[in-house]
Antibody, heavy 119, light 106 residues
Framework: QLQLQESGPGLVKPSETLSLTCTVSGGSISSSSYYWGWIRQPPGKGLEWIGSIYYSGSTYYNPSLKSRVTISVDTSKNQFSLKLSSVTAADTAVYYC???????????WGQGTLVTVSS | SYELTQPLSVSVALGQTARITCGGNNIGSKNVHWYQQKPGQAPVLVIYRDSNRPSGIPERFSGSNSGNTATLTISRAQAGDEADYYCQVWDSSTAVFGTGTKVTVL
């Protein structure tokens, strides 16, 4: 059974860079059938897609966040990562890592990790 | 940018049918996916590509998509169906989520 697990600091200071890693187990991140991505959800609000990456390194980002986002992949560790720079309180959210399948739906999600931006 | 509009809330009596709409410009030309999210949990895929159910999702969940509206239908609603529901499409390599609908089972 595929599992995704987010890890990283739960508290980040304003203007600093948020960094999260997603570890994939029970399957290979190098499969040609899938994209891997990040989705976030501010407290009490809806879902927002941040971006996706293919195992080869090709990336797609939400235009509204593109200038601050970097997603990378480490196939040797079966992990992919998110960096979001110059964070503000508006970036406080539960961050989910997830898998997009060939049919374009998101079929596996991590449990989510709350990141709070505060001094 | 592409937008998806959902009703804020839908109420349904136990055992009856709930319909959740997702409005978008010519959404009928896109593949629509639906997710269920219960409090404190990650979303779960309940319908993919308009009307297909993943393994383990009850037949009570069904979907349709035409014109400017996609619809998720929950038949014979149960207390366990209380959750937030989100529609989602891809537009120019960008994932777009609907505004979300809270379903209450009375």
């Amino acid at each position: 059974q595929l599992q995704l697990q987010e890890s990283g600091p739960g508290l980040v200071k304003p203007s600093e860079t948020l960094s999260l890693t997603c570890t994939v187990s029970g399957g290979s991140i190098s499969s040609s059938s899938y994209y891997w991505g990040w989705i976030r959800q501010p407290p009490g609000k809806g879902l927002e897609w941040i971006g996706s990456i293919y195992y080869s390194g090709s990336t797609y980002y939400n235009p509204s966040l593109k200038s601050r986002v970097t997603i990378s992949v480490d196939t040797s560790k079966n992990q992919f990562s998110l960096k979001l720079s110059s964070v503000t309180a508006a970036d406080t959210a539960v961050y989910y890592c997830a898998r997009r399948n060939s049919g374009s739906s998101v079929d596996y999600w991590g449990q989510g990790t709350l990141v709070t931006v505060s001094s | 940018s592409y937008e998806l509009t959902q009703p804020l809330s839908v109420s349904v009596a136990l055992g009856q049918t709930a319909r959740i709409t997702c409005g978008g410009n010519n959404i009928g030309s896109k593949n629509v996916h639906w997710y269920q999210q219960k409090p404190g949990q990650a979303p779960v895929l309940v319908i993919y590509r308009d009307s297909n159910r993943p393994s383990g999702i009850p037949e009570r969940f069904s979907g349709s998509n035409s014109g400017n509206t996609a619809t998720l239908t929950i038949s014979r609603a149960q207390a366990g169906d209380e959750a937030d529901y989100y529609c989602q499409v891809w537009d120019s390599s960008t994932a777009v989520f609907g505004t979300g609908t809270k379903v209450t089972v009375l």
